[in-house]
């Protein structure tokens, strides 16, 4: 069976404007302009926050602080459009579904529960290191007992990519999260998705 482990943010839910707004608040920077949040989207993470001069020390309370926020408000949030529709054929056509985040398990669950979503994974991983995301990606095979070669990781990010790399699963990216569809195109991922229903192509009921 092949196993599809799915990021939160940015990929299954449509956060970004809830996470900036949150990310403003607490470290107290200046609002950007549409056209330097679309140049910092073609950034990795940690370069696009140093360009917005946030200092790394913030990471733990960004972290911390930020998901209980979110928590408070992820009645904001909501899944991109056609993603339900998705997780319900692939879940249905014998896919084993799984999510791993750098966000909390219980804002996650959340989520997933208000969105009537939670029945399609059969495990739900939160609180991923926004660092070494792939050391998350083991334990999470550890404990399922999974091949990586069994295995795809679906992202919206270049650290996703790389995460998946590293541990030997395919990475496939998704250009409808946060970061551009250029910046993800640059680390070859197994594939670039531009609409969730492309996920229904790239694993197709008679691959499982």
Known sequence: MKTLIFDFDGTIADSFELVVDIAYE????????DAEVARLR?????KAAREMRIPLR?????????RQKMLDR?????????????????????YHLLVISSNSEHNVRSFLRTNALE????????????FN???????VM????????DCFYIGDEV??????????????AVSWGYQARGALAKHHPFALLDQPTDLLQTFPSDSV
């Open 26 to 33: 607490l470290t107290g920077i200046p609002k950007q302009s």
């Open 42 to 46: 073609h950034l990795p993470l940690l």
């Open 58 to 66: 913030m990471a733990p309370k960004l972290l911390v602080t930020g």
């Open 74 to 94: 992820i009645h904001e949030v909501h899944p991109f459009p056609g993603i339900p529709e998705v997780l319900k054929e692939l879940h249905d056509n014998g």
């Open 119 to 130: 029945a399609f994974f059969d495990g739900v991983y939160g609180n991923a290191s926004i």
């Open 133 to 139: 995301k792939a050391s998350s990606l083991k334990r």
């Open 142 to 149: 550890k404990r399922n007992k999974l091949e990586a070669a």
């Open 159 to 172: 650290r996703d990519i790389v995460a998946a790399s590293k541990v030997g699963m395919e990475p496939v």
